[in-house]
């Protein structure tokens, strides 16, 4: 029995968030170059972390690392609670580009994870899961035919999101997901992420070199700099978060202190 | 949609230039005939090769068909045996070292030198002229499919393995999809190969027989009789085969594989 996706809010054992546990991991590249030096970090069940940091301080390599799309030359990667830490589908990650498969229509995209998965043995409730990812980002009926390079860019981005929402994942790994995207678009779908963690609490990890987005998405922030967690910031800004946010006083002053941190790290 | 109207308005001029091209050397060589007094049988004027076409048209017309046919044949087997050598080679980056420079081997033999081995081993017929087609045209499918299914998008990789997909999946449901625009890419170059080696086959294996007749073997008795005007006439009718199983081949990936093909970058030219 699976949760239908926009099922409400609840702590039910089938359909809950996971913890993440990143114990002393280290990765290299080359023979002497570490990209990750000994880092910890620990992200709660149903919380959202921002990783940010100057480009090439390692952030996407730890995100890939959690991911367990790089094995870590040393330390472990856990994940507890959720569905089943060893469910493939437990884990749904999204790109930078949508990286959406051309031939396949907005659809195909999303069903994908399904097929891969070999959970389509009752069409009439994956076709379900798909509709409510697809409603559920966005995306309208007269849409689901389409092929990417029909699609405009948000519009991709957000079929991408629908394809990692699909498996109803307990745990959401994002590297940049809007860096392409215009300051319109990106704050569109600040909102619709915010809307969906809402709706679900499913625990989040987005690397970013937006300040303003990962405070107005977060609850913690851990800036890296030259492959440590430099800094831990608290946001104490209340959920739900609204538009209006972006211009208070508080919102103002968690951005002078990212920023001063991020300036420290960067030197 | 306003664009493949215009597209196809382009194409159309750009036809329009080859073809004043291809009149003005019509003439070039009908008044160097003309002016030189050069003999027929060495080089006979372009209305001698219209009529004697004319004239054989009930020969030419089956050895098109005839070496249209093995073409056909070569290129589809090519298609499928290069194919499953690409899938073979994509699974593996060790086979791949031990045989692609075989492959590439292959690619350099001259087709000429093992004709005759081929009718010692297969004999005098149609299928004899299909493995020569089929040799020729191998390569290009071979090196190109291999190269889509191998040139796979890192991140479209990382999405099946974050997925835990089996090697199958990612075989099925990403490389051969991604693969399709390149086994297009190596079927256009291939088209005019397989042609050449239904002819040069049929030069060996349709001398030796009478009820076989392709372009290839027509030439070579034609040549014997030192008949320069209908060997010509031949020459325009192989050239016409080779245009039409390219235009077939695209128009076929027009039709059946534009879901894999669009948007891949070769479609407009």
């Known amino acids: ?267 | 949609m306003n664009r493949p109207a215009r597209g196809f308005g382009k194409s159309f001029q750009q036809a329009y230039l080859s073809l004043a091209v291809l009149v003005f050397v019509v003439m070039i060589w009908h008044v160097a005939v003309v002016l030189l007094k050069i003999q027929p049988i060495i080089l006979p004027s372009p209305m001698r090769v219209a009529s004697v076409a004319w004239a054989e048209r009930a020969a030419l017309a089956m050895a098109f068909l005839a070496t249209a046919k093995a073409a056909f044949y070569g290129l589809g087997m090519s298609v499928a045996i290069g194919s499953l050598v690409a899938i073979l080679f994509s699974q593996s980056a060790r086979v791949r070292a031990a045989f692609y420079p075989y492959v590439i081997f292959l690619q350099t033999v001259p087709i000429i030198a093992i004709a005759p081995l081929l009718i010692t081993w297969f004999g005098y017929g149609f299928w004899t002229v299909v493995k020569v087609s089929m040799i020729i045209s191998l390569f290009p499918i071979i090196s190109n499919v291999t190269a889509g299914l191998i040139s796979v998008d890192q991140n479209l990789l990382d999405l099946f393995r974050l997925q835990r997909a089996s090697k199958w999946q990612v075989l099925w449901k990403l490389r051969i999809p991604s693969a399709v625009s390149h086994l297009v890419l190596g079927m256009r170059i291939s088209a005019g190969l397989a042609v050449i080696g239904a002819i040069v086959g049929e030069m060996f294996v349709g001398y030796g027989s009478a009820d076989y007749a392709g372009l290839g073997a027509v030439m070579t008795q034609w040549q014997r009789l030192a008949r320069t005007d209908a060997i010509m006439s031949a020459v325009v009718a192989s050239t016409l085969l080779g245009i039409t199983t390219l235009a077939i081949v695209n128009l076929s990936a027009r039709l059946l594989l534009n879901r894999w093909t669009a948007g891949a970058g070769f479609e407009q030219e």
């Open chain 1, 1 to 267: 029995m699976r949760k239908p996706f926009m099922g409400s809010v609840d702590s039910d054992e089938n359909t809950s968030a996971a913890s993440i546990h990143v114990a002393g991991v280290s990765v290299r590249f080359a023979t002497d170059r570490w990209v990750l030096q000994d880092i910890d970090l620990s992200v709660i069940a149903g919380e959202i972390v921002a990783l940010l940091g100057p480009s090439g301080c390692g952030k996407s390599t730890l995100l890939r690392t959690i991911a367990r799309l790089i094995s870590p030359d040393s330390g472990t990667v856990t994940l507890q609670g959720g569905n089943s830490a060893r469910r493939s589908s437990d884990l749904a990650y999204v790109f930078q580009d949508a990286t959406l498969l051309p031939w396949r229509s907005v659809w195909e995209n999303v069903r994908l994870p399904l097929e891969i998965g070999r959970r389509l043995d009752s069409n009439i409730s994956s076709t379900r899961l798909i509709t409510e990812a697809l409603l559920a980002v966005g995306l309208m009926e007269q849409d689901w035919r389409k092929f990417p390079r029909h699609l405009s860019g948000g519009m991709r981005m957000r079929c991408s999101l629908a394809r990692a929402l699909v498996t109803d994942p307990s745990v959401l790994l994002l590297d940049e997901p809007f860096a392409a995207l215009d300051d319109m678009l990106r704050t569109r779908m600040n909102e619709l992420l915010l809307e969906l963690w809402q709706a679900r609490s499913r625990t989040m990890v987005f690397v970013t070199h937006n300040i303003a987005e990962a405070i107005y998405l977060s609850h913690r922030i851990a800036i890296l700099g030259q492959g440590k967690v430099a800094a831990w910031i608290e946001n104490q800004l209340p959920f739900p978060r609204t538009r209006q946010l972006r211009s208070s006083m508080e919102f103002a002053q968690l951005f002078g202190q990212v920023s001063s941190k991020l300036a420290e790290v960067a030197t």
